[in-house]
Each structure stands twice: as C-alpha cells, then as structure tokens.
C-alpha cells in the first residue's frame, strides 16, 4: 500500500497531474488518498481495498466458533459481531471478554469482512473469550470523533452487563466474565482500543480492564517518526489524510492521534489498563509509530507493565493475509499468552 502511495505523491510532485476545465461534481475529485480512498466535489465516497462481507454463523469447518450480530443502537447504527468458542452443551462456563476494534484508516473495512471475521473466529478460539467487534462509523461521511464515540458506547454496552437485567444480551449475560475485560485492537482499531483505555481511565465505566491489546497500531503525531522521518512528502501526506477523517483538528497532535501530546494532558498515564502488548512489524510503514508509542507510554508515568513484540519481516496486515505463516503464529502465541495472563 506505501508503494502505491509513494507513487501517487511522486506523479504529483513531477506535475503530472494535467489540469482540466471544469467538471460534474460528481465525477471531479476533492479529495484523492488512493489506494485508501477518494471523495469527490458531490460528497461521493470510493473506497478501494475493501473486503468482501460474510455473514454471521457457526464455523463449521474450523474452530467450531458461533457468531452473530447485535444491534446496540438502532439510531446510529451501531451494532457488533460476538463471537463465542464451542461449549459443552448446557455450559454456564463464564469466559473472557475481548473487546475489538478493527482496522481501517478509520476510513473502510468492517467487523464483518472475511479476513476479520477469521481472524476473530481463530482469536475466540484460541484465546476461549467471548469476542465483541464492534461496527463503528468510517469517514469522511462521519468524521472523527464518530468512530471513538461509537467505540465507547458498545464498550459501555458490554460493561452493562456486569449487572445483566431485563434486555441483556444472552451470551454476554451467560459466558460473558466482566471481570476479565481485554480491549484489543489492529490499526486504527489500536488507536481507539488505546482511546477506550484511556476513557475508562478518566471516567467510571464499571468494570475492570484486564489489558490492552495494540497490533500495528495508527497513530500520528507533528514530530515525524520512522519513513516520515526521512520522507517529506510521506508526512505531508500523512498529515493531511488525518485532517481527511479529523476536520476542524488542531492537527497531527490532536490527542486522538497523538495521544503524548500536551493537548492529551498527560492520559496515556492514567490508562485504565494493568498490561499493555504492542506489536508490531518489521516492513510496516506504522512500526515507527508503534515503537514510538512503546516507548512513549514506558517514559508517560503509566504504572502498569509494557511489553513489544515485533514481528520479523512482515508488513502491516500480515497476520489477516498470510494467517498460516510463521510469524503470524509467532504473533498469535504471543497474543494468546497476553490475554491469559502468562509471562510475555
């Protein structure tokens, strides 16, 4: 994807792009970060990359996990895909909660793509938890905050459950330990699996968050870190994509996407979560970033333990594409041990 991406900002930079009279606002674009996504003048919205949708179920032919979805909120839309690992019949065996926010660019993707619903069925399996994915809104359509609004509403959904009632989800009601609650997340869905950490440490969400999961997390800041660091028009590039999905933003150091930024006011330090696991990826253009934020939340004052875990000769997203692989198995033991609790 960088490549593509570089390609795009070197064609611009030899002034390649033609001039053309006017056109159908339809057709005439306003804005153009492919192979992300492109808007033009009308508000029409192409999105490029994007997966194909599979429908809840039961996987049959491998780990045995059900799911189904939920609507939280009828009104916006908000609803999540629960996954739940095969039980005996008749089990009342409560299991953890993995609260999950995929990725994206905060811009396509969804719970309930063929790669993330795989993922989450080898996830629920390998880790017996109860996983929640929750469909947040994308921009540009709903711009940042939507999508960490959207995030925190389905976590205080789950958190309700510690006293289920009347109108409780059944499966979170009957397996659902809301005593072990993981906040997890790959992409954008780190930074806003970091966001809901930081949320449920300012304010009183009701139950406990056992850790925090970050793979290959999204994050930017006005410093540049890694390819920027050496590539001009990488950052500018970068800088102007967050004011794409955050505008009216400060900037690269808004606290959504800076989240050690004087405007963040010192949160990282207060995470609700005891044990932090950021992974990350050696070719990846975001491993910069995500040593950064290890590094970052080490030096914030924040008490509880920090761990990295890189994955040797990978790209971003390999663990959705490449599943089989070795590193990624590296990357799923790795996870695993974290959400049980073991030595990292």
């Known amino acids: 994807m960088w490549a593509l991406i570089r390609e795009q900002l070197s064609l611009a930079l030899a002034g390649e792009q033609q001039s053309i009279r006017p056109m159908d606002p339809?057709?005439?674009?306003?804005?153009?970060?492919?192979?992300?996504?492109?808007?033009?003048?009308?508000?029409?919205?192409?999105?490029?990359?994007?997966?194909?949708?599979?429908p809840a179920g039961t996987d049959t032919a491998g780990t045995g996990v059900s799911s189904r979805d939920v609507v939280i909120n009828s009104s916006s839309g908000l609803w999540a895909r629960l996954y739940l690992p095969p039980l005996p019949a008749g089990s009342?065996?409560?299991?953890?909660?993995i609260m999950y926010y995929d990725g994206g660019a905060f811009v396509i993707g969804s719970t309930?793509?063929?790669p993330t619903h795989e993922y989450l069925n080898s996830l629920a399996a390998g880790a017996r938890a109860l996983v929640v994915s929750a469909e947040y809104r994308r921009a540009p359509e709903h711009?940042?905050?939507?999508?960490?609004?959207?995030?925190?509403?389905?976590?205080?959904w789950v958190a309700s459950h510690a006293a289920a009632g009347a109108g409780a989800e059944p499966w979170l009601a009957a397996h659902g330990d809301l005593s072990r609650v993981f906040l997890a997340g790959f992409s954008a869905g780190g930074n806003i699996a970091h966001a809901m950490a930081a949320r449920a440490g300012a304010r009183s969400l009701g139950v406990p968050i056992g850790g925090l999961l970050l793979i290959h997390p999204y994050f930017i800041g006005?410093?540049?870190?890694?390819?920027?660091?050496?590539?001009?028009?990488?950052?500018?590039?970068?800088?102007?994509?967050?004011?794409?999905?955050?505008?009216?933003?400060?900037?690269p150091d808004d606290p959504l996407g800076n989240p050690f930024s004087e405007a963040a006011g010192g949160s990282a330090a207060r995470l609700a979560a005891g044990r932090v696991l950021v992974c990350?990826?050696?070719?990846?253009?975001?491993?910069?970033?995500g040593v950064w934020y290890y590094e970052s939340l080490r030096a914030s004052g924040y008490g509880g333990e920090v761990e990295l875990h890189e994955s040797a000769g990978e790209d971003h997203v390999f663990h959705y594409?490449?599943?089989?692989?070795?590193?990624?198995?590296?990357?799923?033991?790795?996870?695993?041990?974290?959400l049980r609790g073991e030595c990292l």
């Not at 990350?280 to 970033?289: F, I, K, N």
């Open 143 to 156: 711009p940042l905050p939507a999508a960490h609004d959207d995030s925190w509403e389905a976590l205080e």
């Open 92 to 97: 009342r065996d409560k299991l953890p909660v």
């Open 112 to 114: 309930a793509d063929e």
């Open 280 to 289: 990350v990826a050696e070719v990846d253009a975001l491993r910069g970033r």
């Open 222 to 251: 006005e410093a540049p870190v890694g390819p920027e660091a050496t590539d001009a028009a990488l950052k500018a590039w970068a800088d102007a994509f967050w004011r794409f999905v955050r505008p009216g933003a400060a900037g």
């Open 321 to 338: 594409t490449k599943p089989g692989c070795e590193q990624a198995r590296l990357l799923h033991a790795r996870v695993l041990r974290f």
């Open 26 to 54: 339809d057709s005439e674009v306003q804005h153009d970060f492919y192979p992300i996504v492109r808007q033009y003048k009308s508000g029409r919205v192409v999105r490029f990359g994007t997966a194909n949708p599979v």
